[in-house]
């Protein structure tokens, strides 16, 4: 198998092997939030509308496009893996704007890689963000 060839650290191995683990569970049940869901959703607004009062404005539109796309798919942790690509077709910019759309959060503090993803023979592998809390 190509992936292990390439090295990896232990903390990016076992996310993988959690997310494989999820992938096969296959149950039809949704799992329950933690705090249950109403906690939850509402603390994902308050976050949503913090970003939006305080931040939004301040930030070029391809930095806003790429923090609104990784916060849809984030969980409520704030955690979010996505591939470059996929931020572009989701956001429909270039990948040199989503490059530069995630520096300028990275500079602002409103993101962080934990894991970096790589451009292998043209196909990118994914990246994990952490989108800050902003909503304190």
Not at 6 to 21: G, H, L, N, V
Not at 59 to 80: C, E, M, S, T, Y
Not at 94 to 100: A, G, M, V
Request: hydrophobic letters at 45%; proline letters at 3%.
């Amino acid at each position: 198998m190509m992936m292990d060839a390439i090295p990896i650290s232990d903390e990016a191995r076992a996310m993988m092997d959690a997310a494989k683990a999820a992938l096969s569970k296959g149950t039809g049940k949704r799992t329950r939030h933690p705090g249950g869901r109403g906690k939850v959703n509402a603390a994902r607004w308050r976050m949503l509308n913090y970003f939006v009062d305080r931040h939004m404005q301040a930030l070029p539109v391809q930095a806003a496009a790429v923090w609104l796309v990784l916060f849809r798919h984030a969980n409520f942790k704030g955690d979010v893996s996505r591939a470059l690509p996929v931020l572009a077709r989701d956001t429909g910019l270039s990948l040199k704007s989503i490059r530069k759309g995630i520096t300028l959060l990275e500079s602002a503090g409103l993101l962080s890689i934990s894991i970096k993803g790589n451009n292998l023979d043209g196909k990118y592998t994914v990246t994990c963000y952490k989108l800050r809390i902003v909503d304190k």
